[in-house]
């Protein structure tokens, strides 16, 4: 069944790639689709009791809902896809081109298999990566697997900001308040960072915060005055970090990689076994012990 009706979606599905997060998943896409959709955006809802992808039509072009640049993953739910794939390109006019892109390992393998299943060539290859550490049993035995290098800065790092501005806390803040700090945070941020958080954006945290769980952990110093944010979200294996910022004024205190220390050692502390950084090949994600996970794009026409 071709559709766009948001009450079809699986609840029941689990993504064919795991440790895929929210993205894939309706709290996430329908407000996605509720704050970032184009115009001219047609939502293609691809369902059966199996299976389900949401698909996007635009001027002769088809893409999984959620753009590049807010989702991190995508994934088909379920199983079934070379006829959900078979019901979306008789939907569609001859030429009409595809481009699904944020695709790791089995979701990849997946809609190509359901292409060819279906007489399509899809053109693969690796266009992003995402950057995930998998987690020992202890804080200690996360530092002792970094390099000499990057444990000793991590330590020093940690010290530094406990000497200026006291021991490193992270606090678990909610509300529309907790996304406005956040987000006034991230402006302050240089380049192209702090150009990203406008008015709109800000209000798609929100809804990502109120409507698709996302949670926001505020490092504080000894005064309780917020010196970073993590704009991030979590299940029960893994904490996937969507966003994250610091205040400048602290830069010398390092509150961006004690930021992160903390949470990785608060997610070990909880029992999951994975702290996802996401989408992006930033060097200080591998310095922190993460490895690489390929993302792929599958572009092609549907000429049937």
Not at 46 to 66: D, K, Q, R, W, Y
Request: proline residues 5%; charged residues 25%; aromatic residues 10%.
């Amino acid at each position: 069944m071709i559709g766009s009706d948001w009450d079809v979606y699986g609840f029941r599905l689990h993504p064919l790639e795991s440790k895929t997060g929210p993205f894939p998943q309706r709290p996430f896409t329908h407000t996605w689709w509720a704050h970032r959709r184009r115009p001219g955006d047609d939502l293609l809802i691809a369902s059966s009791e199996i299976g389900l992808v949401p698909f996007v039509h635009n001027e002769g072009m088809v893409t999984i809902a959620g753009d590049g640049d807010v989702t991190d993953y995508h994934s088909p739910l379920g199983a079934g896809l070379p006829e959900l794939v078979e019901e979306l390109a008789a939907t569609l006019p001859t030429g009409t081109r595809f481009d699904l892109d944020s695709l790791p390992g089995a979701a990849a393998t997946g809609l190509n298999d359901a292409l060819l299943d279906n007489g399509f060539v899809a053109t693969g290859a690796t266009h992003d990566v995402a950057a995930v550490l998998q987690l020992p049993a202890s804080f200690d035995e996360y530092l002792a697997a970094l390099s000499k290098k990057d444990r000793h800065e991590t330590r020093r790092k940690i010290r530094r900001f406990d000497t200026a501005l006291g021991q490193p806390r992270v606090v678990r803040h909610k509300g529309t308040g907790a996304v406005a700090v956040f987000a006034e945070m991230h402006r302050h941020s240089s380049g192209d960072k702090g150009e990203f958080m406008t008015a709109g954006m800000e209000r798609f945290f929100v809804a990502l915060h109120e409507e698709a769980g996302a949670v926001i952990d505020v490092l504080v110093t000894e005064h309780d005055t917020p010196a970073a944010a993590a704009f991030s979200f979590e299940d029960d294996e893994a904490y996937y970090l969507y966003n994250s910022a610091y205040e400048p004024r602290f830069r010398d205190s390092s509150p961006g990689v004690v930021l992160l220390a903390t949470l990785i050692e608060h997610t070990i502390n909880t029992g999951r076994t994975t702290f996802d950084f996401l989408k992006g090949d930033e060097a200080y994600k591998f310095r922190m012990g993460a490895e690489k996970r390929p993302l792929c794009r599958l572009t092609g026409e549907f000429t049937r």
